[in-house]
């Protein structure tokens, strides 16, 4: 398998990227005001909370 091929078997798209900037240090060239700090500051507890969710599931799955 080429290199190539296996970079695109691993593109994330739009949703990865999205995740990786809002987790990610804040980009210097992208406009930045109240609204989408607080936007992004949302998304990050939604998106902790749903992956806790998402072990606790997976957990109470395995284990009952």
Do not use: C, Q
Not at 27 to 36: E, G, H, L, T
Not at 39 to 59: A, E, Q, R, S, Y
């Amino acid at each position: 398998m080429s290199e190539n091929k296996i970079k695109e078997f691993f593109k994330l798209g739009e949703v990865g990227n999205y995740f990786f900037r809002v987790f990610g240090k804040p980009d210097p060239d992208r406009p930045s005001n109240i609204n989408i700090r607080m936007m992004h500051g949302i998304n990050k507890i939604t998106i902790l909370i749903f992956l806790m969710g998402i072990i606790f599931w997976i957990v109470k799955r395995v284990i009952a």
